[in-house]
DNA sequence: TACTTGACCATAG
DNA sequence: CCTATGGCCAAGT
């Protein structure tokens, strides 16, 4: 989740530096500058919380009070160190969407996947995006992935399955791959070639698990 | 700018 | 269990 702070002069506060600005914009030869004020951005980025959720339904809504969440708390920041509120004012846009662009969003993302565990397509996209439309897109982007592989520095883009648990299209040997981090693979020789077994223990993020 | 392409997802039969 | 369809969205053309 991403938050975008702008920090501006209240009206009425000197603004020497915009002044100075103005008047040599001036002086360039750019007559029609009437304004200039100074502002600063602060762009944060906050790591979700893990869901503390015990069994039932979810999901729905949660996005939004996320949303609501990170505002709350960059307000909080904002008042308490970011802005002075004798003298300046603050806005807050937070968007539901990682800073990075999308593809380096998901690359990132799914290093972070453990070895023996595994994840879905739409599950990096609700991460990055706040839902998981965009899971057909995550696959572009893995299809791209230029370190494939498990060690070190690589992305194990092996560990990212379908929904349900179906390993899905990708490399020829997703399933060696994946066998060979311990994961289990029932029903290989199906036309949609493998499924997970025990998708629900080896599915991560688990509950309370943090990405 | 508009259109096409998928390592997906949900649903209907 | 399977296929077909419509929706989706970032990238590439």
Same mark, same amino acid.
């Given at each position: 989740?991403?938050?975008?702070?702008?920090?501006? /002069?209240?009206?009425?506060?000197?603004?020497? &530096?915009?002044?100075? =600005? *103005? *008047?040599?914009?001036? /002086? /360039? @030869?750019?007559?029609?500058?009437?304004?200039?004020? =100074?502002?600063? =951005?602060?762009?944060?980025?906050?790591?979700?919380?893990?869901?503390? @959720? &015990?069994? @039932?339904?979810?999901?729905?809504?949660?996005?939004?009070?996320?949303?609501?969440?990170?505002? %709350?708390? $960059?307000?909080?920041?904002?008042?308490?160190? /970011?802005?002075?509120? $004798?003298? %300046?004012?603050?806005?807050?846009?937070?968007?539901?969407?990682?800073?990075?662009?999308? %593809?380096?969003? $998901?690359?990132?993302? =799914? %290093?972070?996947?453990?070895k023996g565990r595994v994840t879905t397509y739409g599950e990096i996209s609700r991460k990055i995006t706040g839902s998981e439309s965009a899971a057909r897109a995550v696959g572009q982007a893995l299809a791209k992935n230029p370190k494939p592989g498990s060690g070190e520095g690589e992305i194990p883009c092996h560990r990212v399955v379908k929904k349900g648990g179906e390993v899905g299209e990708g490399v020829e040997n997703k399933i060696v791959l994946l066998e060979g981090e311990g994961v289990k693979i029932k029903d290989k020789e199906t036309k949609k070639g493998g499924k997970v077994e025990n998708f629900k223990d080896v599915f991560f993020p688990a509950k309370c698990e943090k990405w």
């Open positions: 989740m991403e938050a975008e702070v702008r920090i501006k /002069l209240k009206h009425g506060v000197a603004d020497p &530096e915009g002044e100075n =600005t *103005k *008047k040599a914009l001036n /002086l /360039l @030869g750019f007559r029609n500058v009437r304004a200039v004020e =100074t502002m600063k =951005t602060f762009r944060i980025v906050v790591e979700e919380e893990a869901e503390a @959720g &015990e069994g @039932g339904g979810e999901e729905e809504g949660r996005e939004k009070s996320e949303e609501e969440r990170v505002r %709350q708390e $960059v307000e909080e920041m904002c008042r308490r160190l /970011l802005a002075n509120p $004798v003298i %300046q004012d603050y806005e807050i846009a937070v968007v539901a969407r990682n800073c990075e662009d999308f %593809q380096n969003a $998901v690359w990132n993302l =799914t %290093q972070k996947i453990p």
